[in-house]
């Protein structure tokens, strides 16, 4: 089960699964123990950014958030993400650049219809 207080961003891959990543602190301290690479990975490049000139790096990034939000299932290997990640660079990046600096979310205040 998701912890609510965490954010946590969807993913939609290829073949139409979709998958919780996150960048949360208090997820990267365990995965420090368990998945050092991965962590690692989602430490670079929040402390230093994303090279958007290297797509390995993207999809390092994005799989590192992958493995960080689901550190409780099993998870796919790298070689199986990278095959079934989105093949639209641009929205890839997008996805990064939400987990990098995620934008509030505020009540607008309005009752909403259903």
């Known amino acids: 089960m998701k912890n609510p207080k965490i954010n946590y961003e969807e993913y939609e891959l290829t073949n139409g699964e979709c998958v919780a990543m996150s960048t949360a602190p208090i997820l990267m301290l365990t995965l420090r123990k368990s998945d050092k690479k991965s962590y690692e990975t989602l430490s670079k490049v929040l402390v230093k950014g994303v090279n958007d000139k290297d797509a390995l790096e993207v999809a390092e990034f994005l799989y590192a958030a992958y493995k960080n939000a689901n550190q409780d299932e099993d998870c796919m ?22 987990m990098y600096s995620p934008s509030k979310k505020q009540d607008s205040g309005t009752v909403s219809e259903e």
């Open 77 to 98: 290997s790298f070689t199986e993400f990278f095959e079934n990640m989105d093949q639209d660079w641009r929205k890839n990046m997008e996805m990064i650049n939400e």
